[in-house]
């Protein structure tokens, strides 16, 4: 059985865990402190709000222990705020959470109008069927480094990237009933790695 953290701090926790507990061989935990993110074999940074999450993380002293845990191979993922927290730029604001991989995010990049939307998406790499996408005042990936991989654009723009232990989505797959994204972090960072 491996387990797969979901930080409890702010935003879609339980939804997140319930997607991981319809996983075989997984176990979703809802983790709070290092004590308990050191116990699992990957984590889930859930969307929310970034500055909400950065702040609450500065303040219980945790943003540097999980920077470095990422930086030492967790495998992580990122949706929506997480994905923020994840990224080394951020346009327009001065502030940096963990700063791991190498992206520049535009946050509310959809603007006021596109607020929230949904649209599906077929990505052969991630699974066989479309893939239902929920982008919820969702940010999107405005530059990639050479080494980050780039698996979705929607309307041109990058909303999905992994780079060694990072993945990122800018949309909420623990939103919709399909599984895609979960069995993809699973399988891709967590399994794979563990086999290595
Ligand atoms: N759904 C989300 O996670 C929204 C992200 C939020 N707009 C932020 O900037 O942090």
Request: charged share 20%; aromatic share 8%.
């Given at each position: ?18 997607c ?21 074999d ?47 730029e ?33 990505l ?73």
């Amino acid at each position: 059985m491996y387990k797969v953290g979901v930080l409890a701090i702010q935003g879609a926790v339980s939804e997140h865990i319930a997607c991981l507990d319809r996983l075989p061989d997984v176990e979703g935990l809802a983790v709070k402190t290092m004590a308990e993110i050191n116990q699992v074999d990957g984590l889930i940074l859930p969307g929310g709000e970034s500055t909400a999450m950065g702040k609450i993380l500065g303040y219980y002293n945790m943003l540097e222990p999980l920077r470095t845990k990422i930086a030492n191979g967790l495998p992580v993922w990122g949706t929506c705020a997480g994905l923020i927290l994840l990224a080394k730029e951020i346009t327009g604001q001065p502030v940096r959470y963990f700063s791991t991989m190498d992206i520049t995010v535009r946050r509310n990049g959809y603007g006021s109008q596109l607020d929230s939307f949904e649209t599906t998406v077929s990505l052969p790499n991630v699974s066989h069927g479309n893939i239902p996408l929920v982008f919820i005042r969702a940010p999107y990936i405005e530059k990639v480094g050479e080494s980050v991989e780039v698996l979705a654009k929607i309307q041109g723009r990058i909303v999905a990237a992994a780079q060694n232990n990072m993945l990122v989505t800018s949309f909420h797959p623990e939103l919709t009933t399909d599984l895609s994204f979960h069995r993809y972090f699973f399988e891709h960072f967590i399994q794979n790695r563990a086999a290595k």
